[in-house]
């Protein structure tokens, strides 16, 4: 089946603009995550939306940064007034419901502000 | 908080030889699962094996098997067999409460011919 999406693969974008990237999760998957990955990095979580449940923000790292998941699927984040830090992969991953809970990732959005 | 250590910053082996990427973590959860995924240079990310902390026998699936010692809070992921396509960016990563992922720092595996 279709994996994980994401739009774009690359987005350019200037300094205190505002941009936005989107993910398409597996169909059936409940949760929904983002994560970063900043070049030669690690993946830093950012938010996890779970059905119905108050998302987990405890990983964004400004109020600049904001998401959501329409109809517990699509899902948006919005990053506001950029800074050149943000540049950075930006991915979203995906789980089913029932343990192990593994999650798998889209090809992810490489953000470049310049 | 969760903790992944990867002290391995660069691995070399040589193709059809066994090799070791190490990882300990740190927790204070008695319920949480271990993840090693696969970054090739393209990019993206692809789950290899899971062990969940109270899975008795190590995880295996196909030339990967998960080296899982609880008392020393390690899961290391053996390589068997290595391939030229096995050469990429290795992370290992927990969870507890099966929520987000916490993830280290990463291997860079890079198998010879």
């Known amino acids: 089946g279709a994996g994980v999406s994401q739009s774009p693969s690359n987005k350019v974008t200037e300094k205190g603009k505002d941009v936005e990237l989107r993910c398409d999760p597996i169909?059936?998957?409940?949760?929904l995550y983002w994560y970063r990955q900043s070049l030669g990095q690690g993946l830093e979580f950012l938010i996890y939306?779970?059905?119905?449940?108050?998302?987990?923000k405890s990983g964004l790292p400004s109020d600049r940064f904001s998401a959501e998941r329409t109809g517990g699927s699509v899902s948006t984040l919005t990053i506001q007034r950029t800074q050149q830090e943000d540049s950075a992969v930006y991915l979203c991953a995906s789980s089913p419901v029932g343990p192990p809970y593994e999650q798998y990732f889209g090809p992810g959005t490489r953000l470049t502000v310049t | 908080a969760q903790k992944i250590t990867q002290t391995q910053p660069g691995m070399f082996v040589q193709e059809k030889e066994a090799v070791t990427l190490d990882c300990t973590y740190d927790?204070?959860?008695?319920?949480?699962?271990l993840f090693w995924y696969k970054q090739p240079s393209s990019g993206e990310m692809i789950f290899l094996i899971y062990?969940?902390?109270?899975?008795?026998q190590n995880a295996t699936e196909g030339r990967y098997s998960l080296n899982f010692q609880k008392a020393r809070k390690s899961a290391n992921l053996v390589i068997s067999a290595s391939q030229l396509g096995d050469s990429a960016m290795y992370f290992c990563a927990m969870s507890a409460g099966f929520q987000k992922l916490v993830f280290g720092t990463g291997t860079r595996l890079l198998v010879s011919p």
């Open positions: 939306f779970q059905g119905n449940s108050a998302p987990d």
């Open positions: 062990q969940g902390s109270y899975d008795q």
């Open positions: 927790t204070s959860d008695p319920s949480y699962g």
């Open positions: 169909s059936g998957h409940t949760a």
